[in-house]
């Protein structure tokens, strides 16, 4: 899952920090709390998440508890990419 925290937090650098450094943010730090994603930044977050590991995120999959922190878009990637997996087997 390491690989997938560090695309994560390339694309959070390059996409919202305008100059800054994801290396000054914690895996499990709030990036809606410290000003770093918005409404349209979960937005853009979301379609970065589908085009690049090809999940569906459904609207009410948009909550903090999966797209608060990097751990956590980790964490709901490696699910979402697992019942994929799982639905392609069955």
Excluded at 9 to 27: H, K, T, V, Y
Excluded at 65 to 86: E, F, G, P
């Amino acid at each position: 899952m390491d690989y997938l925290s560090k695309d994560i937090r390339a694309f959070i650098e390059e996409n919202f920090l305008f100059g800054g450094s994801a290396e000054d943010i914690s895996d499990d730090g709030s990036l809606i709390a410290e000003g770093i994603l918005d409404s349209a930044g979960v937005l853009e977050l979301v379609a970065f998440l589908e085009g690049t590991y090809g999940i569906q995120v459904a609207d009410s999959e948009l909550l903090p508890t999966n797209l608060d922190s990097i751990n956590r878009i980790a964490h709901y990637v490696v699910r979402k990419q697992a019942c994929l997996q799982a639905a392609r087997v069955a």
